[in-house]
């Protein structure tokens, strides 16, 4: 039976960006404890299509009715839902930017969530499509206290990924991005730390 990690790093810096290098380390420890036949990067920095009218008609209209120019419209998003579909494990790691998720974070969610595909509606309400799975997702701010009231960020990140049916769902943080670089790495250790444990 194949085991595949899929790591989304939504970090618009790839140098010197503090989320990214936490997951280096976790995807590390994690590879440690089992291994992995697969490792997907989706890097979001390569762009994520925002959700348009366009988008919205092609979603929205049955797939055996879809025109080419529809399915090439739904053709990011097939290719993201494909492969958190095919994930065993997920690894997100984002910075907070001015309180919530990158703009290509959210974007990626919004291009993941779909109706009949990876949540269903029910007489009980929504109801997620892809259930166990396990996340964690690395979450890093230089001043926002992760899990405070003013971090729309890390709740959103959990809501999002409950949605869609992944309710196995770990935050690792780092609240100390903004100080100097030994506190900062210190914080991250006590993460990992007490994961493993």
Do not use: C, H
């Amino acid at each position: 039976m194949s085991n595949t990690l899929l790591r989304v790093d939504a970090s618009m810096r790839k140098t010197g960006s503090r989320s990214r290098a936490i997951a280096d380390r976790l995807v590390e420890q994690l590879s440690a404890g089992q291994t992995f036949d697969r490792v997907i990067e989706r890097d979001l920095t390569d762009g994520v299509p925002f959700v348009d009218e366009a988008w919205i008609d092609a979603n929205f209209t049955d797939p055996a009715q879809r025109t080419d120019e529809q399915n090439a419209v739904l053709s990011p998003s097939d290719a993201f839902v494909s492969e958190l579909k095919d994930a065993d494990t997920l690894v997100i790691a984002t910075p907070i930017y001015n309180f919530g998720v990158p703009a290509a974070l959210k974007a990626w969610v919004d291009m993941i969530a779909r109706a009949r595909v990876t949540f269903r509606y029910t007489p009980n309400g929504p109801e997620g499509l892809l259930s166990g799975k396990t996340a964690y997702v690395v979450v890093v701010s230089g001043g926002t206290p992760i899990d405070s009231g003013i971090d729309f960020a890390t709740p959103y990140i959990r809501q999002a990924l409950k949605f869609v049916g992944i309710t196995d769902v770990t935050v690792v943080a780092s609240s100390l991005a903004g100080t100097d670089a030994a506190t900062a790495d210190a914080s991250v250790r006590e993460a990992l730390q007490a994961l493993a444990a």
